[in-house]
């Protein structure tokens, strides 16, 4: 079963942002993989040179002894200096002991834990594995660890370079090949990756953030702008809320901006066709209960002629039916041309102004207390000062169709009583009969245009909770239909916005 719930529709103010947000996501991507693939390369680089410096600075200690073989010379020359970034030059401590040489094991200056450290050593933090082989051609090591491979390749400035999986590590190896006194040799360095993945994790790490706090301002600025942007559409949501409803006027269009202007001269349009159709039809509702009014006033004269002249009984009677049937269709006629003025649209805001509602009922307590003491009906109010913002003409026609409904349904020797005031802050009109009431079942159809209530006395036309209903609605006001305050009644309540 398929649900008929609409579904959400985002905003401008939402659309715009997630068009911004994945592009410039894209670009933080795009932007961090080019800065890591600018920085990678000639850090490797870097790192490549210091490690051929080393190979260079272990051939330059090869040399040939008295025997004719060559070997490498101890060499203490103190401590060997470190830069950090910003500091001046700092002492390593001392190798440990003053062994002599052997096989296998580098000098001093050029052990794994006491050989020069570049600024990026001291960055990342890491003691890297460093080992070196010094070999000849046949392949004979003079120095260093046996097991570790030459770098084969392309030789460019007696260098190569390469990668190898060595006692469980990773090593970058640089091979320098050079010759002493005659006999070439291959002096081969490595040194595990740990300390440059380091180093580019971290610099990508700081490019990351980096970037992504830059994201973060250019999509606060885009909010920002966003939000100014659609200022103008904002103002005109406020002035469409802040409209009355039976305002129909076009709206302006100097503070619109090129984008919305055809949706609001749309509107506007759409306002002059309903206020021209409203019209139309008012005019003809006016018309006609006009043009019913004279034929109905003459033909109610030529009965009471024509009674006053006949004295057949039978004759009389239906002449005095014919009378009612005149005076039910004359007072049809007059609310249908109620009910098409009570229209929302048939009056604009400068017809609104200040009413005393107990000015009001006192009015129409007066115009109707003759109706009400011919049906021996008691008529009274209750007023309390108290004051609405609507138009005169209406509420009095509101209020005589209450009363008029009143009177039609209080039995004889009943009582009426007409009340304004407050209630929690919001100003009321009431009027409450001692009649039958009206069950909580009809109270909604009762207002339908034409609806005659159960026990009707047939006088009624239908249309007078309907024009109630109609004023309630053009004023902002809430028509209840409630039980009386004390025993059998119906108490019709008018509550106006506060």
């Not at 203490?76 to 190798?95: A, C, N, S, T, V």
């Not at 885009?222 to 939000?227: A, E, N, P, S, T």
């Not at 007059?334 to 604009?348: D, F, I, K, T, V």
Request: aromatic content about 6%.
């Amino acid at each position: 079963m398929s649900s008929s719930r609409p579904s959400r529709v985002p905003s401008i103010r939402s659309r715009l942002f997630g068009y911004l947000l994945l592009p410039l996501v894209l670009l933080l991507i795009a932007s961090i993989w080019a800065d890591h693939r600018t920085y990678v390369s000639p850090m490797y680089d870097m790192f490549d040179r210091a490690l051929s410096h080393s190979a260079v600075a272990i051939a330059s200690h090869v040399h040939k002894g008295p025997d004719g073989h060559l070997y490498v010379e101890k060499q203490d020359p103190g401590p060997p200096l470190i830069h950090g970034p910003g500091e001046g030059p700092m002492p390593l401590p001392p190798p440990p002991g003053d062994e002599p040489f052997e096989r296998g094991r580098p000098p001093g200056r050029f052990d794994p834990e006491y050989r020069p450290m570049s600024w990026m050593r001291l960055y990342s933090g890491a003691h890297e594995n460093f080992v070196y082989r010094v070999s000849q051609a046949d392949g004979t090591t003079l120095a260093g660890d046996e097991t570790l491979p030459m770098t084969t390749g392309e030789i460019i400035d007696n260098l190569t370079y390469g990668e190898t999986r060595h006692k469980g590590l990773y090593y970058r190896l640089a091979s320098y090949h050079t010759v002493v006194d005659g006999e070439p040799i291959v002096v081969t360095v490595g040194e595990t990756v740990h300390r440059r993945d380091t180093i580019v994790r971290r610099l990508d790490t700081l490019v990351g953030v980096s970037d992504g706090i830059q994201l973060l301002l250019v999509l606060g600025l885009c909010l920002f702008g966003i939000r100014i942007a659609l200022r103008p559409i904002n103002r005109l949501r406020d002035q469409i809320m802040q409209r009355e409803p039976q305002s129909l006027q076009p709206l302006p269009l100097d503070p619109i901006p090129s984008e919305v202007r055809p949706l609001v001269q749309s509107m506007n349009t759409l306002f002059v066709t309903v206020r021209d159709s409203t019209l139309a039809q008012q005019h003809f509702l006016t018309n006609a209960a006009h043009q019913l009014r004279t034929p109905l006033t003459g033909l109610k004269a030529q009965l009471e002629v024509l009674a006053n002249e006949t004295q057949d009984r039978a004759q009389q009677e239906r002449i005095s039916r014919l009378q009612g049937s005149v005076d039910r269709l004359a007072h049809t006629a007059n609310q249908l041309l109620a009910l098409a003025r009570a229209e929302p649209s048939a009056h604009g805001p400068s017809d609104f102004v200040a009413i005393q509602l107990d000015a009001l009922i006192s009015a129409v307590v007066g115009s109707m207390l003759d109706r009400a003491l011919t049906h021996d009906i008691d008529l009274g109010a209750e007023c309390e000062p108290v004051q609405v913002h609507g138009v005169y003409w209406l509420l009095h026609e509101l209020l005589i169709n209450l009363v008029d409904n009143a009177i039609r349904h209080t039995p004889k020797q009943g009582n009426i009583t007409l009340r304004c005031g407050r209630h929690n802050g919001a100003p009321y009109l009431e009027v409450e009969d001692s009649g039958p009431g009206i069950p909580a079942a009809e109270r909604e159809r009762v207002r339908e245009r034409f609806y005659r209530a159960a026990g009707s006395d047939g006088q009624s036309s239908g249309l007078g909770l309907a024009i109630v209903e109609e004023i309630a609605r053009s004023h902002r006001a809430r028509f209840q239909i409630l039980d009386a305050h004390e025993g059998t009644g119906a108490r019709m309540r008018i509550e106006f916005p506060p």
